[in-house]
């Protein structure tokens, strides 16, 4: 079984940054691709990036894109999300998730773990 806990999420004002770290621990497995998605109440959780096993690809939704940036140290076992110019249409629970294997996905359906999300709340 493989854990993920993210953590970084806070309370910042419109334009700032700030990175969410996703640690995965457990049964790691040799490759695994990683996503990050957020949420608000009454919403479908809703794609942001993902990254390849390697580090190599990334993908982002059109909405973030330009602003926000995945990446991972696979040393870490550790994703992030590095999000700028943060807008108060940005607030959600961050979660992120895992996928065993080589090949990289946008759709939330086929990640297999999931952390327990961290809070951004962007003030105007």
């Known amino acids: 079984q493989v854990q993920l806990v993210e953590s970084g999420g806070e309370l910042v004002q419109a334009g700032d940054s700030l990175r969410l770290t996703c640690a995965a621990s457990?049964?790691?497995?040799?490759?695994?691709?990683m996503g990050w998605f957020r949420q608000t109440p009454g919403n479908e959780r809703e794609f942001l990036a993902a990254?390849?096993?390697?580090?190599?690809?990334?993908y982002y939704a059109d909405y973030v894109k330009g602003r926000f940036t995945i990446s991972r140290e696979n040393a870490k076992n550790t994703g992030y999300l590095q999000m700028n110019s943060l807008k108060p249409e940005d607030t959600a629970v961050y979660y992120c998730?895992?996928?065993?294997?080589?090949?990289?996905?946008?759709?939330?359906?086929?990640?297999?773990?999931w952390g327990q999300g961290t809070q951004v709340t962007v003030s105007s």
């Open positions: 990254i390849s096993w390697n580090g190599e690809s990334t």
């Open positions: 998730a895992a996928r065993t294997g080589r090949i990289t996905v946008q759709s939330k359906e086929l990640y297999e773990y």
């Open positions: 457990g049964r790691t497995p040799s490759s695994y691709s």
